[in-house]
């Protein structure tokens, strides 16, 4: 409906929210236009889930206004994917067109509309957002306000997201803090900061640069107004020296004493003078100290032996049902390695993590852990968390050390005193991620096994995260779809293809690489045989003959495919 280009969509004047008497959004104002792509990024617990749910309505802004038509249709996706079964039911129930099954089955969702209650009752976190994502797409919708759109998503998911995204033609605003796709798919930024909103033109990494570059530009003129200022405090000590020698001058020498008493009240005045430039100078272009971009530390404390074998896989198999995850798979890990582990939604990752935990058993095989090793979990799901209680509650700590080791962990982490008092439930999802680190964080351990570590995580932190984990000595087994977190980290992948698990001694750059060239390989061989076969049908057909035009044509398109993939 709404169609012409750079036409101005959603119009947000001075929009304030507070929550509590703390001041969350404070006039805010921007346009949003057909056909833009906005990346809204900053630091958790910042407002831009807040502005989401005041952009679709779902909250009322304290001031301002919100101007779009009426008819506007949004597209929302929630961040936490905390959809119920019930959810799921009701939009296959009205599904009166196959769109919601055809995103779904382009997403790796096959058959949808076979899938019995305990299928959707068993869904891993990938396959909720893919099925939500494919419902958010089905209700064509004007505008897509996509919150963490990547959190779950497997590469494949990622890679559609990325082309869906490319032929929409409405607006689009991506909550996320995935680096990678945010400089594919967006051409602006709007960052939250201290309830203020700044734009930027370009995707993420020309953010930066700018960004960078702002902070570099303040800091310099800061410390050249501090060297000012230091330089005039230095000349009013001065005066102040020599006005007070002449007010004491003044009551000494008899014949001299209006002399002085003249000259102390002239010190005075230069003094007041220059005092007065100062300020007026100060007022109308006081250049503020830049807030250093958060820093957030992480401190693992462990120094292992490395090579020692600690998990073995023989004959590994898990069957759900009637469904096959994978089988008859072989594989080790060694004390030491940091492995990715890299496969579709719903291929089982999550499900190996709760057989290497002791929370699932195999249907067959042999599973073997080292039974001195002890293992830290971060799971994806920041909902067990209890959310009437506050954070040094939940983490359960009762003697002084640990509680003020625990205090300065969350001070590290980005949460002051004002979060940690607060009801689980009052934070946001990153937040509430950064409480279940600090719980590993307080415990000693051989391995760690992180289940989308940086889902939730805002950008300072993840970079911090990833800068420690390089630092740790003991096991890393993780699951992420943060293409940059995964490649800097995992030199070793256990990969899920063809229900059978596989280590691969590669980094996930190279395994991508690899596999493209593989599949590459296999198309052609494919339309090679093809080809091959319509030359034998044409050799032996006359010209005329009605079948020979359908030929001909099938080998002209089979040997554009060949020639697109050679090139």
């Not at 391995?447 to 984990?469: A, G, M």
């Not at 990969?495 to 596989?502: A, L, R, T, Y």
């Not at 280590?503 to 296999?522: L, S």
Request: glycine share 6%.
């Amino acid at each position: 409906m709404f169609k012409k280009q750079n036409s101005v969509l959603i119009n947000v004047k001075g929009v304030e929210k507070s929550f509590h008497l703390q001041k969350v959004l404070d006039n805010i104002q921007f346009e949003i236009k057909n056909g833009e792509r906005i990346g809204l990024v900053g630091l958790n617990g910042t407002g831009k889930t807040t502005l989401a749910n005041l952009l679709i309505g779902k909250l009322i802004p304290d001031k301002g206004v919100i101007e779009k038509p009426n008819d506007l249709k949004i597209g929302y996706l929630t961040q936490s994917i905390d959809y119920e079964v019930n959810d799921f039911h009701e939009s296959l129930a009205g599904a009166v067109d196959n769109d919601l099954f055809q995103h779904a089955s382009q997403l790796g969702l096959r058959k949808l509309y076979d899938w019995k209650d305990t299928r959707l009752s068993h869904l891993s976190g990938g396959e909720k957002l893919k099925l939500a994502l494919s419902m958010v797409w089905a209700s064509k919708p004007d505008v897509l306000i996509l919150d963490e759109p990547t959190n779950h998503l497997d590469f494949t998911g990622i890679d559609w997201l990325i082309a869906e995204l490319t032929k929409f033609h409405g607006p689009v605003m991506i909550i996320s803090h995935d680096r990678h796709f945010l400089d594919q798919t967006v051409n602006r930024i709007f960052e939250i900061e201290n309830g203020k909103i700044h734009l930027y033109n370009g995707n993420y990494s020309d953010y930066r640069k700018v960004k960078q570059l702002q902070l570099e530009n303040q800091r310099h003129q800061y410390n050249v107004q501090q060297r000012q200022i230091e330089l005039v405090e230095g000349q009013m000590e001065q005066l102040k020296t020599w006005s007070e020698k002449a007010h004491r001058s003044s009551t000494k020498q008899e014949g001299t004493k209006e002399y002085h008493r003249v000259k102390a009240k002239k010190r005075d005045n230069q003094v007041k003078s220059k005092m007065k430039r100062l300020e007026n100078e100060l007022e109308k272009q006081r250049k503020e100290k830049p807030l250093d971009e958060a820093k957030i530390r992480f401190e693992f404390d462990h120094h292992g032996k490395r090579g020692k074998r600690i998990i073995e896989a023989k004959m590994l198999t898990k069957v759900f049902d009637d469904r096959i995850l994978f089988h008859d798979s072989h594989f080790y890990i060694n004390q030491g390695e940091c492995i990715g582990l890299l496969g579709e939604n719903g291929c089982g990752k999550t499900t190996l993590i709760k057989m290497i935990l002791g929370m699932e058993a195999s249907s067959k095989g042999e599973l073997w852990k080292s039974e001195s090793s002890k293992i830290a979990y971060l799971s994806q799901d920041v909902a067990d968390l209890p959310v009437d209680q506050s954070t040094l509650e939940a983490l359960g700590y009762t003697d002084r050390e640990n509680i003020l080791k625990a205090r300065t962990l969350l001070a590290n982490l980005g949460l002051k005193e004002d979060h940690i008092i607060k009801p689980i439930g009052m934070l946001s999802l990153g937040q509430r991620t950064r409480v279940k680190l600090v719980d590993i964080l307080m415990k000693e351990y051989d391995v760690l096994i992180l289940d989308e570590p940086t889902n939730h995580l805002d950008l300072p932190s993840r970079e911090q995260l990833e800068k420690t984990l390089s630092e740790f000595t003991g096991t890393i087994i993780t699951v992420s779809h943060d293409f940059y977190f995964l490649n800097k980290l995992c030199v070793q992948l256990l990969v899920f293809d063809n229900q059978q698990i596989k280590r691969v001694e590669m980094k996930p750059e190279d395994y991508f690489n690899t596999k493209k060239t593989d599949d590459k390989y296999e198309k052609l061989l494919v339309i090679e045989n093809k080809i091959a076969a319509i030359l034998g049908e044409l050799s032996i057909i006359d010209q005329k003959d009605p079948k020979y035009q359908q030929l001909d044509q099938e080998f002209n398109e089979l040997l554009k495919q060949k020639r697109s993939l050679i090139e």
